[in-house]
Protein backbone atom coordinates (compact mmCIF):
# COMPACT_ATOMS: atom_id res chain seq x y z
CA UNK A 1 0.00 0.00 0.00
CA UNK A 2 1.53 3.50 -0.61
CA UNK A 3 0.54 6.64 0.77
CA UNK A 4 1.10 10.17 -0.38
CA UNK A 5 4.18 12.14 0.78
CA UNK A 6 1.92 14.89 1.08
CA UNK A 7 0.73 13.24 3.93
CA UNK A 8 3.94 13.66 6.00
CA UNK A 9 4.34 17.23 4.81
CA UNK A 10 0.93 17.78 6.69
CA UNK A 11 1.68 15.70 9.92
CA UNK A 12 4.42 17.92 10.93
CA UNK A 13 2.61 20.95 10.19
CA UNK A 14 -0.58 19.70 12.27
CA UNK A 15 2.01 19.33 14.61
CA UNK A 16 3.19 22.52 14.89
CA UNK A 17 -0.34 23.92 14.94
CA UNK A 18 -1.45 21.44 17.85
CA UNK A 19 2.10 22.41 19.48
CA UNK A 20 1.13 26.13 19.19
CA UNK A 21 -2.22 25.69 20.57
CA UNK A 22 -1.42 23.92 23.61
CA UNK A 23 2.67 24.39 24.89
CA UNK A 24 4.86 21.20 24.58
CA UNK A 25 7.64 20.37 22.21
CA UNK A 26 6.40 16.82 22.32
CA UNK A 27 3.88 17.41 19.39
CA UNK A 28 6.94 16.73 17.25
CA UNK A 29 6.97 13.15 18.28
CA UNK A 30 3.34 12.64 16.44
CA UNK A 31 4.96 13.76 13.04
CA UNK A 32 8.10 11.43 13.28
CA UNK A 33 5.90 8.32 15.11
CA UNK A 34 3.55 9.11 12.05
CA UNK A 35 6.00 8.20 9.63
CA UNK A 36 7.38 5.72 11.20
CA UNK A 37 4.38 4.01 11.92
CA UNK A 38 3.15 4.36 8.41
CA UNK A 39 6.73 2.90 7.29
CA UNK A 40 6.14 -0.20 9.55
CA UNK A 41 2.66 -1.31 8.30
CA UNK A 42 4.28 -1.13 4.69
CA UNK A 43 3.36 2.41 3.76
CA UNK A 44 5.60 3.45 1.64
CA UNK A 45 6.15 7.79 0.98
CA UNK A 46 6.02 9.40 -2.20
CA UNK A 47 7.84 12.41 -3.42
CA UNK A 48 5.70 15.64 -1.41
CA UNK A 49 6.21 17.96 -4.17
CA UNK A 50 4.98 15.52 -6.85
CA UNK A 51 2.04 14.15 -4.48
CA UNK A 52 1.09 18.11 -4.65
CA UNK A 53 1.54 18.64 -8.14
CA UNK A 54 -0.03 15.74 -8.88
CA UNK A 55 -3.11 16.55 -7.10
CA UNK A 56 -3.32 20.16 -8.21
CA UNK A 57 -2.86 19.71 -11.86
CA UNK A 58 -4.69 16.11 -12.30
CA UNK A 59 -1.55 14.79 -13.87
CA UNK A 60 -0.36 11.99 -12.03
CA UNK A 61 2.61 9.44 -12.51
CA UNK A 62 4.03 6.56 -11.16
CA UNK A 63 6.42 7.68 -8.53
CA UNK A 64 8.33 4.17 -9.64
CA UNK A 65 8.53 5.87 -12.91
CA UNK A 66 11.98 7.93 -14.22
CA UNK A 67 10.80 11.63 -13.93
CA UNK A 68 10.78 13.31 -17.49
CA UNK A 69 11.16 16.47 -18.57
CA UNK A 70 8.15 18.41 -17.88
CA UNK A 71 8.03 16.67 -14.85
CA UNK A 72 11.23 18.06 -13.67
CA UNK A 73 10.61 21.62 -15.32
CA UNK A 74 7.61 22.19 -13.22
CA UNK A 75 7.12 24.84 -10.98
CA UNK A 76 7.59 24.56 -7.21
CA UNK A 77 4.54 24.77 -4.97
CA UNK A 78 5.09 27.18 -1.72
CA UNK A 79 2.90 28.55 1.11
CA UNK A 80 2.84 32.14 1.56
CA UNK A 81 1.64 34.09 4.72
CA UNK A 82 -2.56 34.38 4.85
CA UNK A 83 -2.93 38.09 5.80
CA UNK A 84 -0.71 41.44 6.34
CA UNK A 85 -0.87 44.10 8.22
CA UNK A 86 -3.48 46.65 8.11
CA UNK A 87 -2.85 50.09 8.61
CA UNK A 88 -5.10 51.10 10.90
CA UNK A 89 -6.29 48.94 14.23
CA UNK A 90 -9.01 47.50 12.32
CA UNK A 91 -7.14 44.11 10.82
CA UNK A 92 -8.25 41.58 8.05
CA UNK A 93 -9.74 38.62 8.82
CA UNK A 94 -7.69 35.72 9.02
CA UNK A 95 -7.48 34.78 5.05
CA UNK A 96 -7.82 30.89 3.81
CA UNK A 97 -3.94 30.08 2.44
CA UNK A 98 -3.15 30.00 -0.90
CA UNK A 99 -0.57 28.33 -3.39
CA UNK A 100 1.24 30.56 -5.24
CA UNK A 101 3.07 29.37 -8.14
CA UNK A 102 6.20 30.84 -8.63
CA UNK A 103 6.88 32.26 -12.46
CA UNK A 104 10.94 32.07 -13.18
CA UNK A 105 10.23 35.87 -14.93
CA UNK A 106 8.85 37.04 -11.23
CA UNK A 107 10.57 39.88 -9.56
CA UNK A 108 11.64 37.92 -5.91
CA UNK A 109 10.50 41.48 -4.33
CA UNK A 110 7.38 39.39 -2.89
CA UNK A 111 8.96 36.31 -1.95
CA UNK A 112 10.03 35.82 1.84
CA UNK A 113 13.28 34.80 2.57
CA UNK A 114 13.88 31.28 2.67
CA UNK A 115 16.44 29.16 5.12
CA UNK A 116 16.08 26.24 3.45
CA UNK A 117 17.47 25.20 -0.04
CA UNK A 118 14.48 24.25 -2.82
CA UNK A 119 15.50 20.30 -4.14
CA UNK A 120 14.01 19.44 -7.33
CA UNK A 121 12.15 16.35 -6.87
CA UNK A 122 15.18 14.46 -8.63
CA UNK A 123 17.27 15.40 -6.09
CA UNK A 124 15.09 14.03 -3.38
CA UNK A 125 13.42 16.01 -0.49
CA UNK A 126 14.74 19.12 0.60
CA UNK A 127 17.02 19.02 3.22
CA UNK A 128 18.35 21.50 5.80
CA UNK A 129 22.27 22.35 4.84
CA UNK A 130 22.60 25.31 7.12
CA UNK A 131 24.33 24.53 10.59
CA UNK A 132 22.97 27.13 12.50
CA UNK A 133 19.98 27.17 14.80
CA UNK A 134 16.29 27.63 13.46
CA UNK A 135 14.46 29.72 16.19
CA UNK A 136 10.34 29.70 15.29
CA UNK A 137 8.10 31.80 17.29
CA UNK A 138 4.67 29.93 18.06
CA UNK A 139 1.85 32.16 18.89
CA UNK A 140 -1.51 31.20 20.13
CA UNK A 141 -4.42 34.02 19.56
CA UNK A 142 -7.48 34.26 21.66
CA UNK A 143 -10.13 33.89 18.49
CA UNK A 144 -12.72 32.34 18.09
CA UNK A 145 -15.17 31.59 14.41
CA UNK A 146 -18.41 32.65 16.61
CA UNK A 147 -17.29 35.60 17.20
CA UNK A 148 -16.34 36.97 13.60
CA UNK A 149 -14.24 39.47 15.52
CA UNK A 150 -11.21 41.01 12.70
CA UNK A 151 -9.22 41.70 15.81
CA UNK A 152 -6.45 42.35 16.21
CA UNK A 153 -5.62 39.97 18.76
CA UNK A 154 -3.58 38.96 21.67
CA UNK A 155 -1.46 35.94 22.19
CA UNK A 156 -2.81 33.70 24.57
CA UNK A 157 0.09 30.91 23.87
CA UNK A 158 3.53 32.19 23.47
CA UNK A 159 6.21 29.79 22.85
CA UNK A 160 10.01 29.67 21.21
CA UNK A 161 10.87 26.72 19.00
CA UNK A 162 15.00 26.07 18.75
CA UNK A 163 16.12 23.39 16.12
CA UNK A 164 19.63 22.06 16.34
CA UNK A 165 20.42 20.61 13.04
CA UNK A 166 23.99 19.68 13.77
CA UNK A 167 23.64 18.39 17.06
CA UNK A 168 20.13 17.22 16.30
CA UNK A 169 17.88 18.32 18.99
CA UNK A 170 14.67 20.08 19.84
CA UNK A 171 13.75 22.59 22.85
CA UNK A 172 10.77 24.73 22.92
CA UNK A 173 10.55 27.09 25.89
CA UNK A 174 7.18 28.56 27.19
CA UNK A 175 6.55 32.35 27.80
CA UNK A 176 4.10 33.28 30.26
CA UNK A 177 1.76 36.13 28.69
CA UNK A 178 2.18 38.75 31.43
CA UNK A 179 6.10 38.74 30.99
CA UNK A 180 6.79 42.56 30.87
CA UNK A 181 9.26 43.44 28.62
CA UNK A 182 10.01 46.15 26.20
CA UNK A 183 8.66 46.34 22.99
CA UNK A 184 10.45 47.76 20.13
CA UNK A 185 9.69 51.52 19.11
CA UNK A 186 6.76 51.38 21.81
CA UNK A 187 8.22 50.69 24.96
CA UNK A 188 7.23 48.53 27.96
CA UNK A 189 4.10 45.96 28.00
CA UNK A 190 3.04 42.83 28.68
CA UNK A 191 4.82 40.52 25.46
CA UNK A 192 1.16 39.37 25.02
CA UNK A 193 0.31 43.10 23.55
CA UNK A 194 3.45 42.69 21.03
CA UNK A 195 0.94 40.86 18.42
CA UNK A 196 -1.77 43.03 19.08
CA UNK A 197 0.59 46.35 18.93
CA UNK A 198 2.14 45.29 15.64
CA UNK A 199 -1.46 44.03 13.63
CA UNK A 200 -2.77 47.73 14.75
CA UNK A 201 -0.14 49.50 13.66
CA UNK A 202 1.11 47.64 10.01
CA UNK A 203 4.92 46.90 12.02
CA UNK A 204 7.10 46.92 9.17
CA UNK A 205 7.98 43.30 8.10
CA UNK A 206 5.04 41.16 8.68
CA UNK A 207 2.80 43.07 11.47
CA UNK A 208 1.97 41.31 14.53
CA UNK A 209 3.98 38.07 13.96
CA UNK A 210 6.50 40.52 12.99
CA UNK A 211 6.68 42.58 16.14
CA UNK A 212 6.41 39.80 18.27
CA UNK A 213 9.57 38.17 16.78
CA UNK A 214 11.09 41.52 16.99
CA UNK A 215 10.66 41.65 20.91
CA UNK A 216 11.30 38.18 21.53
CA UNK A 217 14.66 38.87 19.70
CA UNK A 218 15.22 42.17 21.90
CA UNK A 219 14.32 41.01 25.25
CA UNK A 220 16.67 37.57 24.84
CA UNK A 221 19.46 38.23 22.51
CA UNK A 222 17.90 35.04 20.24
CA UNK A 223 17.36 35.45 16.25
CA UNK A 224 14.25 34.15 15.15
CA UNK A 225 13.95 33.37 11.71
CA UNK A 226 10.10 32.11 11.04
CA UNK A 227 6.43 32.11 12.76
CA UNK A 228 3.21 30.02 13.07
CA UNK A 229 0.03 31.86 14.61
CA UNK A 230 -3.12 29.72 14.78
CA UNK A 231 -6.29 30.17 16.58
CA UNK A 232 -8.23 27.88 18.93
CA UNK A 233 -10.36 26.70 16.38
CA UNK A 234 -7.11 24.72 14.97
CA UNK A 235 -7.42 22.55 18.14
CA UNK A 236 -10.78 21.62 18.36
CA UNK A 237 -10.78 20.71 14.52
CA UNK A 238 -7.93 18.44 14.81
CA UNK A 239 -9.49 16.65 18.42
CA UNK A 240 -12.46 16.18 16.88
CA UNK A 241 -11.47 14.70 13.48
CA UNK A 242 -8.68 12.86 14.62
CA UNK A 243 -9.93 11.70 18.19
CA UNK A 244 -13.40 11.93 17.58
CA UNK A 245 -14.47 9.76 20.97
CA UNK A 246 -12.05 12.26 22.93
CA UNK A 247 -9.07 12.00 24.63
CA UNK A 248 -8.03 10.01 28.05
CA UNK A 249 -6.76 12.56 30.57
CA UNK A 250 -5.81 12.07 34.19
CA UNK A 251 -6.69 15.09 35.95
CA UNK A 252 -4.46 15.23 39.12
CA UNK A 253 -6.18 18.37 41.15
CA UNK A 254 -9.85 19.52 41.66
CA UNK A 255 -10.58 22.35 39.11
CA UNK A 256 -13.49 24.90 39.68
CA UNK A 257 -13.31 28.11 37.15
CA UNK A 258 -16.59 29.94 37.05
CA UNK A 259 -15.06 32.85 35.40
CA UNK A 260 -14.02 30.25 32.08
CA UNK A 261 -14.01 32.94 28.85
CA UNK A 262 -16.31 31.27 26.49
CA UNK A 263 -16.04 31.60 22.78
CA UNK A 264 -18.27 34.69 22.44
CA UNK A 265 -16.21 36.58 25.28
CA UNK A 266 -18.76 35.70 28.14
CA UNK A 267 -18.06 33.20 30.48
CA UNK A 268 -19.48 29.82 31.52
CA UNK A 269 -18.66 27.61 35.26
CA UNK A 270 -16.20 24.48 34.21
CA UNK A 271 -15.08 21.57 36.93
CA UNK A 272 -12.97 19.23 36.82
CA UNK A 273 -12.68 16.39 38.99
CA UNK A 274 -9.61 14.42 40.06
CA UNK A 275 -9.63 11.26 38.66
CA UNK A 276 -8.97 9.33 35.10
CA UNK A 277 -11.47 10.73 32.33
CA UNK A 278 -12.21 11.19 28.44
CA UNK A 279 -12.70 14.49 26.89
CA UNK A 280 -14.18 15.87 23.51
CA UNK A 281 -12.18 18.84 22.23
CA UNK A 282 -13.98 21.63 24.06
CA UNK A 283 -13.79 19.93 27.20
CA UNK A 284 -9.73 19.54 26.68
CA UNK A 285 -9.49 22.80 25.63
CA UNK A 286 -11.40 24.21 28.50
CA UNK A 287 -8.95 21.81 30.86
CA UNK A 288 -5.83 23.12 29.14
CA UNK A 289 -6.73 26.68 29.13
CA UNK A 290 -8.47 27.51 32.60
CA UNK A 291 -6.05 29.57 34.77
CA UNK A 292 -8.08 28.71 38.00
CA UNK A 293 -5.63 26.92 40.06
CA UNK A 294 -2.75 28.22 42.78
CA UNK A 295 -0.24 28.21 40.22
CA UNK A 296 -2.27 29.97 37.33
CA UNK A 297 -0.33 30.36 34.36
CA UNK A 298 2.07 28.22 35.72
CA UNK A 299 0.13 25.66 36.29
CA UNK A 300 -1.83 25.88 33.20
CA UNK A 301 1.06 25.45 31.47
CA UNK A 302 2.02 22.08 32.86
CA UNK A 303 -1.54 20.91 32.05
CA UNK A 304 -1.04 22.01 28.05
CA UNK A 305 2.13 19.51 28.05
CA UNK A 306 0.17 16.81 29.66
CA UNK A 307 -2.98 17.61 27.74
CA UNK A 308 -0.39 17.37 24.47
CA UNK A 309 0.93 14.57 25.23
CA UNK A 310 -2.27 12.37 25.96
CA UNK A 311 -3.38 13.99 22.19
CA UNK A 312 -0.31 12.52 20.68
CA UNK A 313 -1.16 9.08 22.22
CA UNK A 314 -4.31 8.77 21.12
CA UNK A 315 -3.48 9.97 17.71
CA UNK A 316 -0.22 7.49 17.61
CA UNK A 317 -2.60 4.78 18.80
CA UNK A 318 -3.50 1.77 15.94
CA UNK A 319 -6.51 2.89 15.55
CA UNK A 320 -5.60 6.90 15.25
CA UNK A 321 -2.75 6.33 12.65
CA UNK A 322 -5.27 5.08 10.50
CA UNK A 323 -7.94 7.90 11.28
CA UNK A 324 -5.42 10.23 10.40
CA UNK A 325 -4.11 9.13 6.91
CA UNK A 326 -7.88 8.93 6.23
CA UNK A 327 -8.50 12.14 7.63
CA UNK A 328 -5.55 14.37 6.80
CA UNK A 329 -6.89 16.51 3.89
CA UNK A 330 -10.09 16.52 5.89
CA UNK A 331 -7.99 18.09 8.23
CA UNK A 332 -6.48 20.37 5.73
CA UNK A 333 -9.68 22.00 4.83
CA UNK A 334 -11.02 22.32 8.46
CA UNK A 335 -7.52 24.38 8.82
CA UNK A 336 -7.76 26.71 5.96
CA UNK A 337 -8.37 30.48 7.50
CA UNK A 338 -7.46 29.25 11.08
CA UNK A 339 -3.64 30.36 10.90
CA UNK A 340 -0.47 32.64 9.36
CA UNK A 341 2.69 31.50 8.67
CA UNK A 342 5.85 32.41 6.95
CA UNK A 343 7.03 28.70 6.83
CA UNK A 344 7.43 27.42 2.96
CA UNK A 345 6.41 24.28 2.30
CA UNK A 346 9.88 23.16 0.88
CA UNK A 347 10.53 24.46 5.07
CA UNK A 348 8.36 22.47 6.17
CA UNK A 349 9.54 19.30 4.69
CA UNK A 350 13.42 19.87 4.86
CA UNK A 351 11.73 20.29 8.97
CA UNK A 352 9.99 17.03 8.50
CA UNK A 353 13.02 15.33 7.60
CA UNK A 354 15.11 16.24 10.24
CA UNK A 355 12.60 15.95 13.02
CA UNK A 356 12.31 12.16 11.71
CA UNK A 357 16.22 12.11 12.75
CA UNK A 358 15.91 13.40 16.40
CA UNK A 359 15.41 10.48 19.17
CA UNK A 360 12.81 11.82 22.03
CA UNK A 361 15.92 12.18 24.78
CA UNK A 362 16.90 14.80 22.58
CA UNK A 363 13.56 16.47 22.46
CA UNK A 364 13.51 18.99 26.04
CA UNK A 365 10.42 21.51 26.72
CA UNK A 366 10.88 24.46 29.43
CA UNK A 367 8.65 27.28 30.75
CA UNK A 368 9.45 30.75 32.19
CA UNK A 369 7.58 29.68 35.44
CA UNK A 370 8.16 31.50 39.03
CA UNK A 371 11.67 30.61 39.07
CA UNK A 372 12.24 32.74 36.49
CA UNK A 373 10.37 35.50 37.52
CA UNK A 374 8.65 37.44 39.62
CA UNK A 375 5.35 39.51 40.37
CA UNK A 376 5.12 43.18 40.48
CA UNK A 377 3.10 46.06 39.35
CA UNK A 378 3.20 47.71 35.90
CA UNK A 379 3.78 52.03 35.93
CA UNK A 380 0.23 51.61 35.66
CA UNK A 381 -0.37 49.19 38.11
CA UNK A 382 -1.66 46.26 36.82
CA UNK A 383 -0.38 42.73 37.85
CA UNK A 384 2.47 42.04 35.64
CA UNK A 385 5.84 39.19 35.80
CA UNK A 386 8.99 40.78 35.71
CA UNK A 387 11.68 38.88 33.96
CA UNK A 388 14.69 37.64 35.76
CA UNK A 389 16.73 37.78 32.56
CA UNK A 390 20.09 36.18 34.11
CA UNK A 391 17.95 33.03 35.55
CA UNK A 392 16.08 33.04 31.47
CA UNK A 393 19.71 33.15 30.06
CA UNK A 394 21.27 30.32 32.12
CA UNK A 395 17.61 28.44 31.03
CA UNK A 396 17.96 29.49 27.53
CA UNK A 397 21.43 27.64 27.49
CA UNK A 398 19.64 24.50 28.94
CA UNK A 399 17.00 24.18 26.81
CA UNK A 400 18.67 25.31 23.24
CA UNK A 401 22.18 24.67 24.09
CA UNK A 402 22.28 21.74 26.64
CA UNK A 403 25.59 20.14 26.25
CA UNK A 404 25.61 16.50 27.33
CA UNK A 405 23.75 14.89 30.73
CA UNK A 406 25.50 15.01 33.95
CA UNK A 407 25.73 11.87 35.64
CA UNK A 408 24.77 12.11 39.06
CA UNK A 409 28.44 12.35 40.51
CA UNK A 410 27.98 15.90 38.47
CA UNK A 411 24.86 16.91 40.04
CA UNK A 412 25.85 16.47 43.47
CA UNK A 413 28.86 17.97 43.33
CA UNK A 414 26.87 21.71 42.10
CA UNK A 415 24.45 20.96 44.43
CA UNK A 416 27.50 20.59 47.03
CA UNK A 417 28.48 24.05 45.57
CA UNK A 418 25.37 25.37 46.47
CA UNK A 419 25.03 24.23 50.56
CA UNK A 420 21.94 25.45 51.04
CA UNK A 421 20.28 24.21 54.45
CA UNK A 422 17.94 21.68 53.73
CA UNK A 423 14.76 20.90 56.01
CA UNK A 424 11.95 17.67 55.84
CA UNK A 425 8.81 18.70 57.09
CA UNK A 426 5.99 16.30 57.76
CA UNK A 427 2.72 17.14 55.45
CA UNK A 428 0.68 14.57 56.89
CA UNK A 429 -0.77 13.10 60.12
CA UNK A 430 1.86 10.32 60.05
CA UNK A 431 3.43 10.02 63.67
CA UNK A 432 7.66 9.76 63.09
CA UNK A 433 7.52 10.30 59.17
CA UNK A 434 9.65 13.35 58.98
CA UNK A 435 12.36 11.52 61.38
CA UNK A 436 12.57 8.75 59.15
CA UNK A 437 13.09 10.24 56.36
CA UNK A 438 15.99 12.76 57.65
CA UNK A 439 17.70 8.82 58.61
CA UNK A 440 16.86 7.55 54.93
CA UNK A 441 18.24 10.80 53.47
CA UNK A 442 21.24 11.34 55.90
CA UNK A 443 21.75 7.32 54.80
CA UNK A 444 22.03 8.66 50.81
CA UNK A 445 24.68 11.14 51.49
CA UNK A 446 22.30 14.43 51.89
CA UNK A 447 22.71 16.68 55.51
CA UNK A 448 19.40 17.15 56.93
CA UNK A 449 19.86 20.27 59.33
CA UNK A 450 16.40 20.24 60.86
CA UNK A 451 12.71 18.54 60.62
CA UNK A 452 9.32 19.66 61.76
CA UNK A 453 5.80 19.87 60.59
CA UNK A 454 4.33 20.99 57.69
CA UNK A 455 1.72 23.99 57.11
CA UNK A 456 -0.86 21.03 56.18
CA UNK A 457 -1.12 16.90 57.59
CA UNK A 458 -3.13 16.35 54.22
CA UNK A 459 -0.61 16.71 51.59
CA UNK A 460 -0.97 13.65 49.29
CA UNK A 461 2.44 14.31 46.69
CA UNK A 462 5.93 15.04 48.30
CA UNK A 463 7.39 18.07 46.64
CA UNK A 464 10.97 19.28 46.35
CA UNK A 465 10.62 23.07 47.97
CA UNK A 466 13.37 26.01 46.94
CA UNK A 467 13.44 29.02 49.20
CA UNK A 468 15.94 30.78 46.98
CA UNK A 469 17.67 29.69 44.06
CA UNK A 470 19.26 26.10 44.55
CA UNK A 471 18.22 24.09 41.75
CA UNK A 472 21.01 21.42 41.73
CA UNK A 473 20.19 20.49 45.25
CA UNK A 474 16.30 20.51 44.58
CA UNK A 475 17.34 18.54 41.67
CA UNK A 476 19.35 16.06 43.37
CA UNK A 477 16.65 14.99 46.07
CA UNK A 478 14.60 14.76 43.71
CA UNK A 479 16.19 12.42 42.04
CA UNK A 480 17.13 10.40 44.88
CA UNK A 481 13.32 10.16 46.03
CA UNK A 482 12.30 9.30 42.61
CA UNK A 483 9.93 12.30 42.00
CA UNK A 484 9.56 14.09 38.67
CA UNK A 485 10.67 17.38 37.92
CA UNK A 486 6.88 18.73 38.21
CA UNK A 487 7.29 17.88 41.93
CA UNK A 488 10.27 20.68 42.31
CA UNK A 489 8.31 24.25 43.18
CA UNK A 490 8.87 27.76 44.66
CA UNK A 491 8.92 28.21 48.22
CA UNK A 492 6.58 31.29 48.66
CA UNK A 493 5.18 31.21 51.90
CA UNK A 494 8.07 32.58 54.13
CA UNK A 495 8.66 29.35 56.28
CA UNK A 496 12.06 29.69 55.88
CA UNK A 497 14.31 32.37 54.60
CA UNK A 498 16.29 30.59 52.26
CA UNK A 499 17.46 26.55 51.65
CA UNK A 500 15.28 23.69 50.69
CA UNK A 501 12.36 22.03 51.70
CA UNK A 502 11.36 18.47 51.25
CA UNK A 503 7.68 18.84 52.03
CA UNK A 504 6.50 15.03 52.51
CA UNK A 505 3.44 13.89 51.30
CA UNK A 506 1.75 10.51 52.19
CA UNK A 507 3.48 8.87 49.28
CA UNK A 508 6.51 9.11 51.36
CA UNK A 509 5.79 6.07 53.29
CA UNK A 510 6.45 4.07 49.81
CA UNK A 511 9.32 6.55 48.96
CA UNK A 512 11.64 5.47 51.63
CA UNK A 513 10.64 2.21 52.63
CA UNK A 514 10.47 1.20 48.85
Not at 56 to 76: F, H, I, K, M, Y
Not at 235 to 247: R, W
Not at 450 to 460: E, L
Request: aromatic fraction near 8%.
Amino acid sequence: MRVSGCLAALAFLFALIVLTSLCSVTSFSLAQQTVVDLNAAGMAVDDPLATLRCALTGRCESVTADLNASALNAPLLKLTPLTTAMPTATAQSIAPPTVAVAEPTMAPTTAPPTLFPTAEPSAGLPRITDPRQVQILLLGIDQRSATDDPGPFRTDTIMLLNINPVRKSVGLLSLPRDLWVEIPDFGGARINQANFIGDGNAYPGGGGPALAMETVATNFGLRVDKYLLVNFDVFTSIVDILAPDGVLVNVRDWIDDPDYPDDRYGTIHVQFEPGEQRMDAETLLQYARTRATEGGDFDRARRQQQVLDAVRAEVLSAGGIVNFVSQAFTLWDALQGNYRTNLELNEIIALLNLVGEIEREDIRYRVIDNFYAYPGLSPQGDQVLYPDFVAIRDLIQETFYAQAQLTPAEMKARADEENPPVYVFNGTNIAGLAGETRDWLVSKGVRVDDIGNDVTNGRAQTEILEYGRYHWTAKVLAELMGLPEDRIARGDDGRIAQGVVVALGRDAVQIIGG
